[in-house]
């Protein structure tokens, strides 16, 4: 009798996993807005099922006291989906040391929406993000990246020509060989290569300057301002060139990633419409390009005007969103309203990508706690499972548990 | 901050008193007679302050308590309630949280400092698998900027070691984290050495084209025949006499003659328990596996053998190795009776291992277990100076034991909580209301800049 036993114990233990109908008694609902309010809010599987001022809880449902019920989080840069581990190897497809191709190489073609990483790192409340390749061989331009949803699904893919990411600074000097001068020489360049491309081109397949024929091609839409340039740089000097830049071709879309040393020049990037994702915990001068890094540098840009996101970016590579909205709570620390530190993370890098639809995550507490988490989401009205790889694990070596089979047979 | 009266008193007292020169007859190293590099560190004028109606959580109880500190002369006079002596400063906390100092058990700060360029990477002696030969303290720059964002993070002591090529890595050092010109005026009184040792992948990627090791086998090879000549170095040094000295062996000497604390690099589980093997053989103890990704698999094993884990709260899959990382390493470790820490091994999170440990501690009780508070903290403070050797003097509020002590403007385990004052030896090196800190002479110029107005 003992086997029929555990048989029927993970019978129950796989039911309670579907139809979850929660109760979030008294719950701190965020507006997409960002606008916090009070409700009772039945969910049923992740979906918000009926709101009010005072419902009763359905029969089953689970109660949680101290909920929030917001909208899902929004990393404005990883490169999940991109990589099994960060080691360099055939599980990494971040970045082509040794390509032909720059601006041509889609990061969409490297995506694995079925890669574990992607639930492991949805289990903190993040339902979209962009993924973005890193430079590699001898060219600033490290390719063309995407919008993803974190369903892990085939279709999963939102938009897969969305920005163009550069590396500038001490990164694309390297690549250009060896001086902001070569790296900037190479970025003009391209542009000219993209504009002029039905003349450059239309003898011989090498008649550009610094890109083949397939790069000023996936380039053109860029420099035409149809889709952003994200552009990884640090130093205010070098953000400043590139404002130089902008005022020559105003049609360019540019957001500007890491950015530590935006606050200095905060009035001139507000000026030329540049956005900005910055990380509200880079404080330390870990190189010549961040020595201004100031952990208040956030508050500069919404001094300013600045329109910008939040993201981790000094976190650990391949699963790196996963920290977002404990960065985000340190945007709060420094001075930012709590909603103008949500909006950082959902919102606005929603609307800057054109990410529509309705997600939806329940939380045990307030998002940028370090202690809450997600019980459950949606992602467009669908329910999105809280189990991954992570939690199997948890659950196989938990030493609460009660089930005593030897661990492979959990 | 109602009462700035005895801190601002500190500030006067630090700039009155520069710290000794290391000619002082009293050096409290406690390290042989003939030893090199010994510590120079002797604590500023301390204030003595009572710390009124805090809300303490003292790395010793499973309780959160209330009541006053009394800190005295650089020491804990009493926690909780005790003779107050005459005329001493009184300061209200207003039931704001005091903690134990933070203890980071491993760190780069000082051997990877910033800004990370090629000629400030001196962590890691990659020229051989056996450079225990090599101290830590010898790469370690004291004007790294690190040091004083750690501590505004309410890092008191700090543990730097070798980076983690090598088999055996060489010498890691314990460090106050305290403003100085000099390693040497940093360096923790009479803590023990420890020998940095490494498992896995970094060995044999690192040589495996050089000369091996390149597996997994050519690493336990590697010790074990390293521990043999260790092993015959010692028994000529035992029986006295003259004999050629040989640092490389001088070190493993050492471990074996229990001098010397293994602090080990090892990932995976499997690995560990071959370690305590090993360890078994050559009748060493592991003090503390570093990393430790997998430790949860194996808290028993690590429970039996009295041998800490050293882990992160939520990092992993940067490598093989740490593809099975759970944010619950830490809550699961401690479950199962072992000895659990939180570390750093990052000039980022060292800020803030107090949100790392606040992670992990929610997840492992949303996973069912029942973790109080202040059990939690013993992964700040308690554990990481037990795994150091330096539990009698830090690491928890006793009387008796250093003044390393912070304020905290809100709950530690919470995203919006910060240190608000930080005491080293009951000297306030960090006081957020004031404007108190650090600063590397690497911030001159650079930090006039960083501090212009919004």
């Known amino acids: 009798m003992k086997k029929l036993l555990l048989i029927s114990a993970a019978l129950a233990f796989s039911s309670s996993a579907n139809a979850q109908t929660i109760f979030v008694d008294d719950a701190t609902v965020v507006a997409p807005n960002g606008a916090q309010s009070k409700a009772d809010v039945i969910v049923v599987d992740g979906v918000i099922q009926r709101r009010g001022a005072r419902l009763a809880a359905p029969d089953g449902a689970d109660v949680v006291t101290g909920g929030w019920v917001t909208p899902g989080l929004f990393a404005s840069m990883s490169s999940l989906g991109m990589s099994d581990i960060g080691s360099s190897g055939p599980g990494n497809d971040v970045s082509s040391e040794s390509s032909e191709t720059n601006v041509s190489e889609y990061a969409v073609d490297s995506f694995n929406p079925r890669s574990v990483h992607i639930a492991n790192v949805r289990q903190n409340g993040i339902t979209h993000a962009v993924i973005a390749p890193r430079s590699g061989s001898n060219s600033i331009f490290a390719g063309t990246g995407a919008i993803i949803s974190l369903s892990g699904g085939f279709d999963s893919v939102l938009d897969p020509e969305a920005f163009v990411m550069v590396d500038l600074g001490e990164t694309g000097t390297r690549r250009a060989g060896g001086s902001r001068a070569a790296a900037m020489s190479q970025f003009r360049s391209a542009i000219e290569d993209a504009e002029g491309f039905a003349r450059r081109y239309s003898e011989a397949p090498d008649g550009g300057d610094v890109l083949t024929r397939q790069d000023a091609k996936a380039f053109t839409r860029a420099v035409r301002g149809e889709i952003p340039l994200l552009i990884r740089v640090n130093r205010a000097a070098d953000m400043m060139r590139l404002i130089d830049i902008k005022k020559d071709n105003p049609s360019m879309s540019m957001i500007f990633v890491g950015a530590a040393e935006a606050w200095e020049v905060a009035d001139d990037i507000a000026a030329a419409d540049i956005r900005v994702i910055i990380d509200p915990l880079k404080n330390l001068p870990d190189s010549f390009e961040s020595a201004g890094s100031r952990l208040d540098n956030v508050i500069f840009l919404e001094n300013a005007g600045v329109d910008y996101a939040i993201s981790n970016l000094g976190a650990l590579g391949v699963t790196k969103p996963a920290t977002l909205a404990q960065h985000a709570g340190a945007a709060v620390v420094e001075g930012l309203s709590w909603g103008q530190a949500f909006d950082a993370i959902s919102s606005i890098p929603s609307q800057w990508f054109k990410v529509r639809g309705r997600s939806v995550v329940v939380w045990d507490g307030d998002p940028l706690e370090v202690t809450s988490a997600p019980i459950a989401m949606s992602i467009d009205g669908t329910p999105q499972s809280m189990t991954s790889r992570q939690k199997a694990l948890r659950d196989r070596y938990n030493p609460s548990t009660t089930d005593e089979r030897p661990y492979k047979y959990r | 901050m109602k009462n700035l009266i005895p801190l601002l008193l500190s500030t006067a007292a630090l700039v009155a008193c520069e710290p000794s020169t290391g000619t002082s007859s009293e050096n409290e190293s406690g390290t042989e007679k003939g030893a090199a590099f010994q510590s120079t560190y002797s604590p500023q004028a301390p204030t003595n302050v009572l710390l009124r109606n805090a809300t303490l959580i003292d790395g010793v109880s499973s309780e959160i308590q209330t009541g006053d500190l009394l800190v005295s002369d650089g020491k804990i006079g009493f926690v909780g309630s005790g003779e107050i002596p005459e005329g001493v400063t009184e300061l209200d906390l207003d039931g704001r949280f005091v903690t134990p100092g933070i203890i980071d058990i491993h760190s780069h700060l000082g051997n990877y400092p910033s800004p990370s360029v090629q000629a400030h990477s001196d962590g890691n002696e990659v020229t051989s698998p056996i450079t225990s030969e090599v101290y830590a303290e010898h790469g370690v720059w004291p004007q790294d900027p690190g040091f004083d964002e750690a501590l505004q993070g309410g890092v008191t002591t700090l543990h730097v070691l070798p980076g983690s090529a090598n088999l055996f890595g060489g010498r890691g050092v314990t460090l106050r984290n305290v403003p100085s010109r000099t390693v040497q005026g940093m360096k923790f009184p009479g803590a023990p050495y420890t020998l940095k040792m490494a498992c896995g992948e970094n060995p044999k990627r690192v040589y495996g084209n050089k000369g091996g090791p390149g597996s997994r086998m050519g690493n336990v090879a590697g010790y074990r025949k390293n521990w043999i000549k260790a092993q015959g170095y010692k028994a000529k040094r035992d029986k006295g006499g003259d004999y050629d000295r040989d640092l490389q062996l001088e070190t493993l ?199 212009g107005p919004k």
């Open chain 2, 253 to 451: 000497a050492d471990v074996l003659d229990g001098k010397i604390l293994i602090q080990m690099h090892c990932y995976r589980a499997d690995e560990m328990v071959q370690i305590l093997d090993l360890a078994k053989e050559f009748d060493y103890k592991v003090t503390t596996f570093h990393h430790a990704v997998e430790a949860y698999k194996i808290g028993d094993y690590l429970a039996e053998n009295d041998t800490c884990a050293a882990m992160w709260a939520d990092w992993g899959a940067f490598k093989m190795e740490s593809f099975d990382y759970i944010n619950e390493n830490i809550p699961f470790v401690h479950a199962a009776g072992a000895c659990a820490m939180i570390h750093s091994d990052d000039q980022n999170n060292i800020q803030r291992l107090n949100q790392e440990v606040a992670k992990t501690w929610a997840d492992g009780n949303r996973a069912g277990l029942d973790i109080p508070k202040a059990d939690a903290w013993k992964w700040l403070s308690t554990n990481p100076a037990k795994a150091l050797g330096i539990l009698e003097e830090t690491g928890t509020l006793e009387a008796g034991k250093r003044a390393d002590i912070v304020i905290w403007d809100g709950d530690p385990f919470s995203t919006y909580g910060r240190p608000a004052t930080v005491m080293v030896d009951g000297v306030v090196l960090f006081d957020r209301e004031t404007g108190l800190k650090p600063k590397s002479d690497f911030r001159l110029g650079y930090a006039d800049l960083t501090e």
